[in-house]
């Protein structure tokens, strides 16, 4: 019987002694070289600021849990079937590649000296053999997909100002180690007799067979081998030593960045130490070890600024361009050997500093981040959802926001802002004593109760929109009337109640927003209650996320804090903070609101809010109320984890910009045009006060007053128990 395969075959054929020691020695420098810049760029990081989240807590817990989201390859398959395939592709072919390698070497040089024999042989030669031609020519092809999305169209998403040359080495880099070993095998095939029947290494006796026909005999083969096989040595040699030093080292951060990462990252916002140091951005010292770790974590694949609604409508802010500037600017002036020589491959990438490193972070000009794009930072998250390396964009950016807030560099209208909060407790500059003032046009039979003064099962927090702006006036009654309809125990602060703090700390003024956190807290306390719900998801987020993180006992002896108190509050969770479609939802289900489920016909699509979606992960309690009044519900391209800010989050709600377009009028064009039911649509359905105001106000000014109507989930809903009674 004739075999159809080979057993094994020989490593260093034609490589004779010298060439194997100078192998090895090569081996050992690249090594070397590579391990020198891996210590050197984690040193590096040590040098940042001590990070107030415990990232390292349950490290194996969190190893494990990093492991599986970057094998699996979840974050680049979301959004991006090519992208999710690709990155596949590179990765398990890279793996399996570098572990043959490492099976080989044990093989070599450990088991043969020790036992006088291989394991590299038979059956588990053939299986070795078959995996590296699969996952080697699934390596190819997705570095293949690599360069024809970026070679494809020079002005797409993976090209900017940062791009450079290292980009293209790290591609075609890959792809010559992938192509070259499979040409050195097909010519060792041509040239060992041996393997002429080796048909599970199959990539490589296809191109042994097309070697031949092109006449290439086993002399000419035997006589090349040598030249191609150094070749592709060295070139592997020299990319292992390159790794630390360029782009390749993401594939090192990137992990490390998984695994440090904070899962609420966004939804709370680092607490800021009393004495203000490393509070704000005023050089780089400021920054944190895991700040530093996102720079180097970024791949540049541009999925951030694709998601920014900021960039889409043309506002002066890219999210990795403000990564990498800072990330470059840091390289520029660091006196690490490995930052240093990796800053001169940056061409383009950002301020470089000639002065030592007092270039300022953020200002309005002359800085590395250009105090523009800050302000015009939504603080939706859609770039950290965005982002399959989990970079917290949010952290560094509000953390500049800061720099300017301290330094007064903010705009005017926000300055009037913080001006109406200080003093008058709300951002409309209203007296406080007219914060109930929206329950007057209530009817008589809807009793809204004092909750400072009776027991209730449910302290609402209204906010300051259904306060005080009369558009938003009528979502709160309406809510109102659904807590009425439903028998729900509940009651309010009236003038207690102040601006929940949310969006002013993200705009930068963090010691406002612990006055805001303090007084609520306090008052609470006074209040007996068994949940608190919310009608703002800006509201729900920091009164659920952050309100229990703040450390009060730090700033209990400030003179300029005016709250007494140092335990922290809901440390434990034992008071549930709901947003009101959470709690509704479960009245509709309790049949508390009878109804049946077909009392409107309207055609309608939902606009997720991002403090309730991207935020909070709650997507389906205001779907459920809008199938529950009979509407038929139809989704926007952009929804969910996807959805589209409305540009009122982060100052957006008090500030004008330079822009193409309006976000809310972008989002209303894309309710119209681009929904299944298209101009069909009837009614934009709301969950947000802010998202209300921001929608009339594009409705009007996109010219869309006669295409559609925008009402909130409660409206909707209120209409529907109308309509059944």
């Not at 409705?699 to 295409?707: A, S």
Request: a negative charge.
């Amino acid at each position: 019987m004739i075999p159809l395969q080979a057993a094994t075959r020989e490593t260093f054929w034609t490589i004779g002694p010298v060439g194997k020691a100078a192998f090895y020695w090569l081996a050992v420098v690249a090594i070397l070289v590579f391990l020198y810049g891996v210590y050197a760029r984690f040193a590096a990081y040590a040098r940042g600021s001590s990070d107030p989240r415990d990232r390292l807590s349950n490290l194996p817990g969190r190893v494990v849990a990093a492991t599986k989201t970057v094998l699996s390859n979840e974050n680049q398959f979301d959004g991006d079937l090519y992208a999710g395939v690709m990155h596949t592709f590179v990765l398990w072919g890279f793996l399996v590649l570098l572990v043959a390698t490492t099976i080989l070497g044990i093989d070599i040089d450990l088991y043969r000296p020790l036992t006088g024999e291989s394991f590299w042989v038979g059956d588990f030669y053939l299986a070795y053999q078959f995996a590296v031609d699969a996952f080697g020519l699934l390596f190819v092809v997705g570095v293949g997909m690599a360069g024809y999305r970026r070679y494809r169209n020079r002005e797409g998403r993976l090209w900017g100002k940062h791009t450079s040359l290292e980009d293209d080495a790290f591609v075609w880099t890959l792809f010559l180690l992938g192509v070259g070993g499979f040409v050195v095998e097909g010519v060792s095939m041509v040239g060992q007799p041996g393997r002429a029947t080796e048909t599970v290494s199959f990539v490589g006796m296809a191109l042994a067979t097309g070697l031949e026909t092109a006449g290439l005999t086993a002399a000419g083969a035997e006589a090349i081998y040598g030249a191609l096989w150094w070749s592709h040595s060295l070139l592997a040699f020299a990319f292992v030593a390159w790794i630390p030093y360029a782009k390749p080292f993401h594939m090192i951060s990137s992990f490390a960045n998984v695994v440090a990462r904070d899962e609420r990252a966004g939804a709370r916002l680092p607490n800021v130490p009393a004495d203000l140091d490393h509070t704000n951005a005023e050089s780089l010292e400021d920054f944190t070890w895991k700040e530093l770790l996102d720079g180097d974590a970024c791949t540049k694949c541009g999925r951030c600024t694709d998601a920014c609604p900021a960039d889409t409508v043309g506002r002066n802010l890219d999210p990795r361009n403000v990564i990498l500037d800072l990330k470059a600017y840091r390289e520029s002036v660091s006196d690490d050997p490995v930052a240093g020589r990796r800053a001169e491959a940056v061409t383009d990438g950002g301020v470089t500093a000639s002065d030592g490193g007092t270039v300022p972070i953020v200002a309005d000009e002359g800085g590395v981040i250009d105090a523009e794009s800050m302000e015009s930072c939504m603080s939706c998250m859609a770039c950290m959802d965005a982002c399959p390396v989990d970079i917290e964009h949010l952290t560094s950016f509000t953390k500049m926001n800061r720099q300017l807030v301290d330094e007064g560099a903010v705009d005017s209208n926000l300055q009037d802002v913080f001006q109406d909060v200080m003093q008058r407790g709300n951002t409309f500059g209203e007296s406080q004593s007219a914060r109930g003032d929206w329950t007057d046009d209530l009817d008589d039979a809807v009793d809204v109760p004092d909750a400072r003064e009776t027991e209730v099962e449910y302290l609402w927090y209204v906010g300051d929109y259904p306060s005080f702006d009369d558009r938003n006036k009528k979502v709160a009654r309406a809510l109102a009337r659904l807590f009425d309809e439903a028998d729900v125990s509940f009651g309010i602060l009236f003038d207690d109640e102040k601006t929940d703090g949310n969006d002013i700390r993200r705009i930068g003024e963090e010691f406002l927003y612990l006055e805001l956190a303090g007084h609520h807290v306090e008052t609470f306390a006074d209040c007996e209650f068994e949940n608190i719900v919310c009608t703002d998801p800006h509201s729900y987020n920091t009164i659920k996320n952050e309100y229990p993180e703040v450390d009060f006992a730090e700033f209990a002896d400030d003179p300029m804090m005016p709250f007494d108190r140092e335990d922290p509050w809901n440390p434990d969770g034992e008071v549930d903070v709901f947003h009101w479609t959470q709690v509704v939802e479960e009245l509709v289900e309790d049949g508390r609101l009878d109804l049946s489920g077909d009392e409107l016909d309207y055609t309608v699509t939902y606009h997720d809010p991002c403090h309730l979606g991207r935020y909070n992960d709650e997507y389906e309690a205001p779907r459920e109320l809008i199938r529950a009044t009979g509407a038929d519900l139809y989704e926007m391209p952009r929804s969910r984890d996807d959805s589209f800010c409305c540009g009122g989050g982060g100052g957006g709600l008090w500030t004008e910009h330079d822009e193409e377009v309006k976000p809310s009028e972008e989002r209303l064009r894309e309710a119209v045009e681009d929904t299944d039911a298209g101009a069909g649509i009837e009614k934009f359905v709301v969950a947000c006060p802010m998202c209300t105001t921001m929608f009339e106000d594009g409705r009007k000014t996109g010219n869309f007053e006669d295409d559609v109507e925008i009402v909130d989930v409660a409206e909707l809903l209120i209409e529907a128990v109308e309509a059944g009674s």
